[in-house]
């Protein structure tokens, strides 16, 4: 029995999915596998855990398991279903990659995709599980794909052995064929359940002349902007902390103030008059094409924010309490939202598309959004990555939408045409069509799984990506050659069958990806593990330097900002060393960061002075002493420590270490280009790559900007400005 709060109860209540309860609780103890198809915010994250609580799923032994794509979710979903249920963290927990508060007692457990898969491996039937939920099916983040692929199979086994297990699959979208339609995955097809959504009507504008009605009693109900990155996000932020305003001049700030948005959209929305919205449902139509470009319409446009006083006498001007959220920020920071603004304040969240269905944010009625995604765009040929900013899905702007229609009837301004909005994509593809799967092919070869292409995917990656993978693999040892002999249609498939080899049975058991598995393997020479286990970490983690290049707003803080960033580029320097480990590079650097950070304690106050991100710094933390373990687990004579006095590598081991780290990135190697390959004065001090025709650079912000040497590996191409490498590492020319 479950003791709750009364007020708790109550709102519970008002949830669409407890009018389910008995419909789902039925299917999941008739079927195997059972999706769910509801709304964000129907209650499916935080209600169906406890569904399955109380009706005894983990009375017996066995635990209840939810996935999340996103950390951020597993985490804040952990402590709103401990604090609905009344019931101590340790019983309803959670484990993301790096941390955790599973105990014994562990009841109901929120993890990140990537950790069911990791466990995977450990215990293919997931004995400790009587239930696993796959939540956000519908965003089909990689893990999931292969979660869903993995279970279809893991289900019926267990079922067959006696030990009954159960899937659910949650999505936020009707759009689950590629779950239910697939024959390779489910034989017989898993009931879909629709929770109702009895969320309130959105009203959805575009620019057409219907005044919306007057701001009176607005506060309290909040306004959730959505952007792209988290630099918008925190020059947004700082705009909107300085005035006070109501949500339709957010709005109209955003195009003002933003030039990429109002520069792109002066096509679609040339002027915008802040009294002449439309009021038109979702999926009506195209009529706004023409109108609201009126000349006539926009004597609006060229106001100064705060000075409109018919405006500011219909809206008795609420301070707004203005919170940014976006993945990289600190969670304490992201905590924030959940709470309630300061009294007599509106709450305003500046997100970016972590808002969109993984968090619940009480109490918005406004949604502003920009209609756009930043994304990671991968090359499957070249392997150069970018990060584009592209527009949604019109799934994704429904789901924005729908964020405001939660408590009471919402609206929704949209900072594009609805003629835009009808050129949108159905849905967002699946991320494992956009990305390499090298990883993937590991960790499934690892599972016994030989012949990857009869892997029953979701949406399956194309041949192309599944050899390329596996030819990687080989070249790092990984799986065995294939035999050279047989026509070209034979080696094509021996090549997508190779099995795994010993050292690829090693590789697969530490959290990374194969090329810094594979440093990781090598690292025992000459006591560098140590060296490549941080270096690893520090390669793996997202960012860890603070970005001071994003715009600033004032001239005080454009001050600021120039002197912490001086102060991180002499640290920088000091941290890539003298002498032979100049040669490591941005290796170096990292190496010398995470030393010196740890030396200090790796305290909050030594990253902010140093440019370091804080959150950054105790992923490596954290990310090292699971590497370590990993490595006396896999090798028990290793006797690997973490050690936070780290001496600086002497030069033999800075020799050796840059030969581990060739033996990772060994495709990734590029050539100084040569005097007389110098064809176009743009190609200068630019570096050759085997796959690539156009060349690539080191970066300004490199340890080896300067040098240049004459062969180099890197950890990525990335295409900003320019195809720049990430992480460079200089190699002897022989
Ligand atoms: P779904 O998974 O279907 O999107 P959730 O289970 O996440 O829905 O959310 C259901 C409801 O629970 C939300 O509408 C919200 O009112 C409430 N809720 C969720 N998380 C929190 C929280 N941290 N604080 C307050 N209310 C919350
Ligand atoms: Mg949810």
Same mark, same amino acid.
């Given at each position: 029995p479950v003791d709750r709060l009364p007020e708790i109860q109550e709102a519970r209540l008002r949830l669409p999915i407890l009018a389910e309860e008995q419909v789902i609780m039925e299917a999941v103890r008739e079927k195997e596998c059972v999706v769910l198809c509801g709304e964000t915010g129907s209650g499916k994250t935080t209600q169906v855990p406890q569904f399955l609580y109380e009706a005894g799923y @983990?009375?017996?032994?066995g635990i209840i398991g939810v996935t999340e794509p996103r950390r951020v979710a597993a985490i804040s979903m952990s402590h709103r279903v401990a604090t609905e249920m009344n019931l101590p963290s340790g019983v309803v927990s959670y484990q993301i990659r790096y941390e955790g508060n599973v105990t014994?007692?562990?009841k109901i457990k929120f993890m990140t995709d990537g950790v069911l898969l990791k466990e995977i491996q450990k215990?293919?039937?997931? +004995?400790?599980?009587s239930v696993v939920i796959i939540d956000e099916?519908?965003?089909?983040?990689v893990y999931t794909d292969i979660l869903i692929g993995l279970l279809s199979r893991i289900v019926p086994l267990r079922n067959k052995k006696g030990l009954p297990m159960k899937l659910i699959i949650m999505s936020a979208?009707?759009?689950?064929e590629d779950f239910t339609e697939n024959k390779r995955l489910f034989r017989t097809p898993p009931p879909v359940i629709k929770?109702?959504?009895?969320q309130f009507a959105v009203t959805v504008h575009f620019n057409k002349r219907t005044p919306v009605d007057n701001?009176?009693?607005?506060?309290?109900?909040g306004i959730l902007v959505f952007l792209t990155g988290q630099a918008e996000v925190h020059s947004v932020c700082r705009r909107l902390r300085k005035c006070s305003l109501n949500v339709q001049n957010i709005q109209f700030l955003i195009f003002l103030k933003c030039p990429y948005y109002s520069q792109s959209l002066s096509q679609s929305l040339p002027r915008i008059n802040l009294d002449s919205y439309s009021a038109l449902p979702?999926?009506?139509?195209?009529?706004?094409? +023409?109108?609201? /470009?009126?000349?006539?319409?926009?004597?609006?446009?060229d106001l100064e924010l705060g000075d409109h006083p018919d405006k500011e006498k219909a809206d008795p001007s609420i301070p707004l309490y203005v919170l940014p959220l976006y993945s990289l920020l600190a969670p304490e920071q992201q905590a924030k939202v959940f709470s309630p603004p300061p009294t007599g304040a509106r709450l305003c969240v500046v997100a970016?598309?972590?808002?969109?269905?993984?968090l619940t944010i009480p109490g918005i009625k406004y949604v502003v959004d920009c209609g756009r995604v930043k994304k990671r765009f991968y090359d499957?040929?070249?392997?150069v990555s970018s990060f584009k900013v592209t527009w949604i899905s019109q799934a994704s702007a429904n789901q924005r939408a729908g964020? @405001?229609?939660?408590?009471e009837p919402g609206h929704c301004y949209r900072l594009y045409s609805s003629a835009v909005f009808g050129d949108f994509s159905l849905f967002s593809e699946a991320e494992i069509t956009r990305r390499p799967v090298d990883d993937l092919v590991l960790q499934m070869k690892d599972l016994n /799984?030989?012949?990857?292409?009869?892997?029953?995917?979701p949406t399956p990656p194309s041949s192309e990506v599944l050899i390329s993978a596996e030819q990687l693999l080989i070249s790092l040892g990984a799986l065995e050659e294939p035999?050279? &002999?047989?026509r070209l249609g034979e080696m094509e498939r021996a090549r997508l069958s190779c099995p795994i080899t010993p050292l690829g049975r090693a590789m697969a058991a530490?959290?990374?990806a194969p090329r810094y598995a594979k440093m990781l393997a090598l690292g025992r020479q000459q006591g560098c593990m140590p060296y490549i286990i941080t270096i690893v970490a520090a390669m793996t983690v997202r960012e860890i330097f603070e970005d001071y290049d994003r715009p600033a707003g004032s001239e005080e803080e454009n001050t600021k900002m120039a002197g912490k960033k001086a102060r991180c580029v002499q640290m920088r320097r000091l941290w890539a060393g003298q002498g032979q480990s100049v040669q490591l590079g941005d290796l170096m650097v990292l190496l010398g960061a995470v030393g010196a950070c740890e030396f200090a304690g790796c305290t909050h106050q030594f990253c902010e002075e140093n440019g370091l991100r804080y959150k950054a710094m105790l992923e490596i933390r954290r990310l090292r002493g699971q590497l370590t373990n990993a490595v006396n687990a896999v090798?028990?004579? @290793?006797?690997?420590y973490v050690d936070n006095k780290m001496a600086p590598p002497t030069a033999s081991q800075v020799l050796c270490l840059r030969q581990i780290v060739l033996a990772g990135l060994g495709d990734h190697i590029a050539r100084r280009v040569q005097a007389e390959e110098?064809?176009?004065?743009?190609? &200068?001090?630019g570096y050759k790559t085997p796959l690539l025709d156009d060349p690539v650079f080191i970066h300004?912000?490199?340890?080896l900007h300067k040098t240049l040497p004459e062969f180099v590996v890197y950890q990525e191409i990335m295409e900003t400005t320019k195809m720049y490498m990430r992480g460079v590492c200089a190699v002897q020319a022989e």
């Open positions: @983990a009375s017996s032994g014994e007692n562990t215990d293919f039937l997931l +004995q400790k599980y099916a519908h965003e089909r983040s979208t009707l759009r689950v929770v109702e959504a009895r701001y009176t009693g607005e506060a309290f109900r979702v999926d009506e139509g195209d009529e706004d094409r +023409q109108a609201g /470009i009126d000349d006539n319409d926009n004597e609006g446009s970016t598309n972590v808002a969109e269905t993984s499957r040929v070249t392997g964020r @405001a229609g939660r408590t /799984i030989e012949k990857v292409v009869n892997f029953p995917f035999p050279r &002999r047989g530490f959290p990374v090798c028990s004579d @290793a006797g690997v110098l064809l176009d004065p743009k190609w &200068r001090n300004p912000s490199s340890a």
